[in-house]
């Protein structure tokens, strides 16, 4: 497992409006037989503590999993041309979702990465966003 300089990037448009984050953190990259995964922590408002967050990407550019763990859990399942239904945990309790994968793209050199997935997301069937997630890196 290697450590690396994480840059993320994440859109969502939701009607006519857009929402861009960025997040740059360290993390941990580690290369499976058929994935990629990175490991990041994201801080919280206090007294809130991190939430611990893991990325597996396929490296057959099919799926992508984003579990969430900490005070509120959740995993998100991103498959290309495919819905799947996910619970999200807020602190008023989950949220089912509908999430539907289109993009998955990954570039790795064995020092630095990036990868893209694209989705859209809909609760009780009714289209909530269209998200982009940029997630470049380099070993340290």
């Excluded at 057959?60 to 999200?88: F, P, Q, W």
């Amino acid at each position: 497992m290697d450590k690396i300089l994480l840059k993320i990037t994440g859109s969502q448009r939701i009607d006519n409006q857009k929402d861009k984050l960025e997040l740059t953190t360290i993390g941990s990259f580690e290369e499976k037989k058929d994935a990629y995964i990175i490991n990041y922590k994201e801080e919280q408002e206090p007294p809130e503590p991190p939430v611990s967050v893991s990325v597996k990407i396929s490296k057959d550019e099919k799926s992508v999993v984003m579990t969430r763990s900490g005070a509120n859990d959740s995993c998100l399942v991103i498959e290309k041309s495919r819905r799947n239904l996910c619970n999200y945990g807020t602190q008023f309790g989950d949220i089912l979702m509908g999430i539907s994968g289109h993009t998955v793209d990954s570039e790795y050199d064995g020092n630095k990465g990036k990868f893209l997935f694209t989705y859209d997301i809909d609760i009780n069937g009714a289209l909530a966003s269209k998200n982009e997630v940029i997630m470049t890196f380099r070993k340290n």
